[in-house]
């Protein structure tokens, strides 16, 4: 099991658990991320969701080895889970927070900014790996609310850590090394502490703007023929080389990551 969902106190917990790997996401970890949340808009013991990560890091993004070549040689047609169903089609619309810590990468960035909330360690280091093999980043930019940082991360595939996305405007609160979970739990306490009517309806209408948005960055920009493109190809393809000649190295990468899935669309496929 990769993902557990607990409810303790009206708080349900999303856990991802391959810390060895930090939390680096297959088509099984999002599936099962889907069906918990899922779960969780009908549990009625539960009113708030906490999305987080065991070990050292949130999430590193898509695992290459399981994930970017399948979508490479389909031509960049992902067709594996899509955890943004879950977040937009929801019954109940209960809020989710993202305690983040260490690193969030590429297909993490999408699970994190999808929730209602962000809660950040300061040195939680963000990176949109997509822009350093030239996948198309625009849904990223727009998850990060379009800004000058966001254009900078999208363009540059440059980290950027919790301080500067504090500074930014893009959490909602910032947290001390080794305490993002706690201060998701506080925020979360808080929310309960409000007659929960009003706080779903509030969640359902930013759902629903940001799946306007999606869609409409998805009409635009979903033309680019990433996987056909002779400069990305080069880069993936190096990629999954390295990654499929030593399966033992560790996911985290400080130079080049795997592809994102089209541009306009509401995830990516490595990271």
Not at 29 to 38: P, W
Not at 99 to 109: K, L, S
Not at 139 to 161: C, E, H, I, R
Not at 201 to 218: D, G, I, W, Y
Request: hydrophobic share 40%.
């Amino acid at each position: 099991m990769t993902l557990t969902y607990t409810v303790r106190e009206r708080i349900a917990y999303f856990s991802f658990c391959r810390p060895e790997k930090h939390n680096a996401l297959r088509d099984v970890d999002l599936a099962d991320l889907t069906q918990a949340l899922t779960a969780f808009d009908a549990d009625d013991a539960a009113d708030v969701g906490i999305v987080f990560g065991e070990g050292r890091s949130f999430s590193s993004g898509s695992d290459v080895g399981m994930r970017m070549q399948r979508t490479f040689e389909d031509g960049g047609a992902y067709t594996g889970p899509d955890e943004s169903e879950a977040f937009f089609r929801a019954t109940n619309w209960k809020p989710v927070i993202a305690a983040v810590h260490g690193y969030c990468m590429g297909q993490a960035i999408n699970v994190a900014f999808l929730c209602d909330l962000v809660v950040a360690a300061r040195t939680t280091r963000f990176q949109v790996t997509e822009a350093l093999i030239g996948v198309p980043t625009a849904s990223f930019v727009d998850k990060l609310g379009g800004g000058p940082l966001a254009m900078k991360a999208g363009l540059t595939g440059a980290f950027f850590t919790g301080e500067e996305a504090a500074a930014a405007g893009l959490l909602a609160a910032l947290a001390e090394e080794g305490e993002h979970l706690s201060a998701a739990e506080d925020l979360a306490r808080t929310i309960l502490a409000n007659p929960q009517p009003g706080v779903r309806e509030l969640v359902r209408v930013r759902r629903t703007l940001a799946a306007e948005r999606a869609a409409r960055t998805s009409e635009i920009a979903g033309q680019f023929d990433w996987a056909n493109d002779p400069s990305a190809q080069e880069r993936i393809l190096a990629r999954i080389g390295r990654h499929t000649a030593a399966p033992s190295a560790p996911t985290i990468l400080t130079t080049r990551h795997p592809p994102g899935q089209g541009a306009g669309s509401h995830g990516s496929v490595g990271a």
